[in-house]
């Protein structure tokens, strides 16, 4: 169920129009839908005469709204409900969320639903799990394979699957945290193949939770990359400086990838290698003239 807030007052209703399905979301309390089939539309009124129409089939982000709010809507496809009492999925990619690194941590759902496709690919270079972790994933969901970049952002064997069985793509942490995923949905979308996604606990969320710092008090999060050669942003760290300003805690992701190719297996980098690359990012930005509230090594927290 979707809820956005609007500001006028009618209750939300759904009509005919020819063999269309429409949802009326003129609403004060915001627009709803549930379990919407393929054809449905969502219509917005915009004024007395016209109205904004969102095609549900569509896997797009529509926005709109008004100087002081600006409103987006997420609309992708979805299978049913899956339940153990079905003999088998039907065919389609099923991204499924393992969790933050520890399968116990796995939802009953996301175990089903793997041990339930006929294929089954770890996805191997967004995110890792440790090797023991490795060891115990044939036990929790049967057997399966890593795929790395290429293969998942070139995914023509995978959707070649997925159009005629259910497939499993496995992934640490939650399945739509990488612009990767998302690239998947609209790709499906466009072949008409069944697509569903089962969350996961995100490394980010569990971060922030055990940090016992409040939640609503961290600023935008960075990620430290390796250094290529020459190629050494400082924007994340010009990031960290912002947020420092703006009193305001920051979650830094530590890059997995020397290479930048994703073909190999991950390495991910060690907080010292982390703060050894902040403080040549605090030097490359000293020289570039560029002034600092604050030294990296007096960062709290570092």
């Known amino acids: 169920m979707i809820s956005f807030g609007f500001p006028s007052e009618k209750i939300i209703s759904k009509l005919q129009s020819g063999s269309d399905k429409f949802i009326s979301a003129d609403t004060e309390i915001g627009i709803r839908r549930l379990f919407p089939s393929s054809d449905e539309k969502i219509l917005c009124s915009l004024d007395n005469q016209s109205y904004f129409v969102i095609s549900v089939k569509a896997a797009c982000t529509f926005l709109f709204g008004t100087s002081k709010c600006r409103i987006t809507f997420m609309m992708c496809r979805r299978l049913d409900p899956f339940t153990m009492t079905e003999e088998r999925l039907s065919a389609g990619l099923w991204l499924i969320g393992l969790g933050p690194g520890n399968l116990d941590h796995m ?59 259910p497939v499993a793509l496995l992934i640490v942490g939650d399945p739509m945290q990488a612009t990767t995923h998302v690239d998947l949905e609209a790709r499906c979308d466009e072949l008409d193949i069944d697509f569903n996604i089962i969350p996961g606990i995100t ?92 030294s990296v090594k007096n960062l709290d927290g570092v």
């Not at 270079?125 to 023991?132: E, F, H, Q, S």
């Not at 009193?247 to 982390?274: F, I, Q, R, W, Y």
């Open 107 to 165: 939802s009953k759902k996301a175990i089903d639903v793997a041990r339930a496709c006929s294929e089954r690919f770890l996805e191997g270079y967004t995110a890792i799990l440790p090797p023991y972790q490795e060891d115990r994933l044939e036990d929790f969901v049967g057997k399966w394979e890593r795929i790395m970049r290429p293969l998942v952002e070139d995914p023509e064997k995978l959707l070649e699957l997925a159009k005629e069985e």
């Open 203 to 294: 490394a980010t969320a569990l971060a922030v939770s055990l940090s016992g710092l409040q939640s609503y008090r961290f600023g935008r999060q960075v990620t430290i990359p390796y250094s290529y050669g020459d190629y050494l942003p400082s924007s994340p760290l010009e990031m960290i400086y912002r947020n420092y300003d703006n009193n305001l805690h920051t979650l830094v992701l530590l890059d997995l990838d020397p290479t930048g190719m994703g073909v190999e297996k991950p390495t991910p980098m060690s907080p010292h290698d982390a703060f050894t690359i902040l403080q040549k990012m605090e030097k490359r930005m000293v020289e570039g003239g560029k002034k600092i509230s604050q």
